[in-house]
């Protein structure tokens, strides 16, 4: 079927992290319409119960919640033992949660690098453990959300981006390892750069010179990346697929041209 067709992941087993709002809830939605079963996952178990009903009205196959938070180092497994236990099986891990981190600079907060890389990284692990043996069987697809920050070095996020180039080291590295040993699970790794989420608009708006992509077209985009089994995705592609070739070939330039786009006489340390 075509990409944007409703085939596309009918009666498919999704999981959903971070859920309750923003890209999250937009991919929620569009999963919906494609009457997949979804279970989705986030921190606030008010925000949950609207999306899940929201999902439910789209046309779900079925729609089901569990809250609580990725700091919690048992979370992970409990959110997969949840899919398991529901569907018996499980066919695309969304991973899409991340922790609160400042924009600014770096105030030399170790303690802060050590717990957002729990919620952003470790938990990514944690979850593709858990679900790797049921993504084997049914040859299923692991979507990771990551940024324009885990790609090219930018300021004022020091924290977040450390945790973002983690991903793509570590999920970069599994999937050599699955094709190694003729694992037929994909992983699509999703570089985004600034989306109209209500969380990223109020973090920087103030800060940053560009305007910000469509939420509800990124959440459908990384669906259909992850859907089409491809090895990255970027978006909107032409900024973040034309900063990607400049770090390659004029790395210092690019830096240049990244500074040029903050109004760094609005950020207060």
């Known amino acids: 079927p075509a990409p944007s067709s409703p085939e596309m992941l009918r009666g ?3 999981i959903v992290t971070g859920a309750s709002s923003g890209i999250g809830e937009q991919m929620a939605y569009h999963l919906a319409r494609m009457e997949a079963h979804l279970l989705l996952t986030a921190r606030t178990e008010a925000k949950l119960q609207k999306v899940v009903k929201r999902c439910l009205e789209l046309g779900a196959a079925s729609a089901r919640y569990i809250s609580g938070s990725m700091e919690d180092t048992a979370f992970p497994n409990v959110v997969v033992k949840e899919a398991e236990n529901t569907w018996g099986g499980l066919d695309m891990l969304i991973l899409n949660h991340i922790g ?3 924009f ?6 170790v303690g802060h690098v050590r717990k957002l890389l729990e919620t952003n ?4 692990v944690a979850m593709t453990v858990s679900a790797l043996p049921m993504l084997k069987e049914s040859e299923g697809s692991i979507v990771v959300i990551s940024s324009m920050a885990g790609k090219i070095s ?13 991903l793509d080291g570590f999920f970069s590295s599994l999937r050599h390892e699955f094709i190694i040993d003729k694992v037929n699970v994909s ?5 985004l750069g600034y989306i109209d989420t209500e969380n990223a608009v109020q973090a920087v708006s103030h800060a940053i010179k560009n305007t910000p992509a469509p939420k509800e077209e ?13 090895r990255e995705l970027h978006y909107p592609s032409q900024p973040v697929g034309s900063m990607i070739l400049l770090q390659a070939i004029a790395p210092d330039l690019l830096d240049s041209l990244t500074r040029s786009t903050y109004k760094v006489e609005n950020i207060r340390r």
């Open 121 to 124: 990284f470790l938990s990514y």
């Open 218 to 230: 990124c959440a459908l985009e990384i669906i259909k990346s992850g859907a089409l089994r491809q």
């Open 187 to 191: 992983i699509t790794l999703c570089i």
């Open 104 to 109: 600014n600079y770096f105030n030399g907060d």
């Open 100 to 102: 609160y981190s400042y």
């Open 154 to 166: 930018t300021p004022f996020t020091a924290p977040y981006s450390a945790t973002k180039f983690a």
């Open 12 to 14: 498919k087993r999704v």
